[in-house]
C-alpha cells in the first residue's frame, strides 16, 4: 500500500504562484511513476503533469510554461510548481503513483491517490 499526502494548496490571484507538494510513504517510489491531476466542478479528471522513474516528464498542453514537475527521490516527494495562475486552474488537484509500466497524463493508469488539495484562483 502506497500512501500519497499531497500540500500547499490555497487561494490566489491570477498571476500568482503556488507550490504543491506530495509525500509518498514507499522509499521504492523512485522506481515509480508519479503525477498530478486536477478535477473542476462538474469536469472529469485531467492528467497536469507526469514524472518517470529516470526524470522525464509530461506535461499538458494547457500548463506548459507554466507549471513544472519536480522530485526528490531522497526525501519521497513530487512537487508541482505552479505559476502564472489562472482563474480556469481552478480544481482540486491530486498527486497519483503509478507502479506499473509507462507514465501517461492518463489517470486510469494509476494506483494510487492521495486526498487531493483545493486550488482556487480569483480574477
Known amino acids: 500500500q502506497v500512501v500519497l499526502v499531497e500540500s500547499g494548496g490555497g487561494s490566489v490571484q491570477a498571476g500568482g504562484s503556488l507550490r504543491l507538494s506530495c509525500a509518498v510513504s514507499?522509499?521504492?517510489?523512485?522506481?515509480?511513476?508519479l503525477g498530478w491531476f486536477r478535477q473542476a466542478p462538474g469536469k472529469e479528471r485531467e492528467g497536469v503533469a507526469v514524472?518517470?522513474?529516470?526524470?522525464?516528464?509530461k506535461i499538458a498542453d494547457s500548463v506548459k510554461g507554466r507549471f513544472t514537475i519536480s522530485k526528490d527521490s531522497n526525501k519521497n516527494t513530487v512537487d508541482l510548481q505552479m505559476n502564472n495562475l489562472k482563474p480556469e486552474d481552478t480544481a482540486m488537484y491530486y498527486c497519483?503513483?503509478?507502479?506499473?509500466?509507462?507514465?501517461?497524463?492518463?489517470?486510469?493508469?494509476?494506483?494510487?491517490w492521495g486526498q487531493g488539495t483545493q486550488v482556487t484562483v480569483s480574477s
Open positions: 497519483g503513483a503509478d507502479a506499473g509500466w509507462g507514465c501517461a497524463l492518463d489517470d486510469t493508469d494509476f494506483d494510487y
Open positions: 514507499t522509499s521504492t517510489s523512485s522506481s515509480y511513476c
Open positions: 514524472i518517470d522513474f529516470d526524470g522525464s516528464t
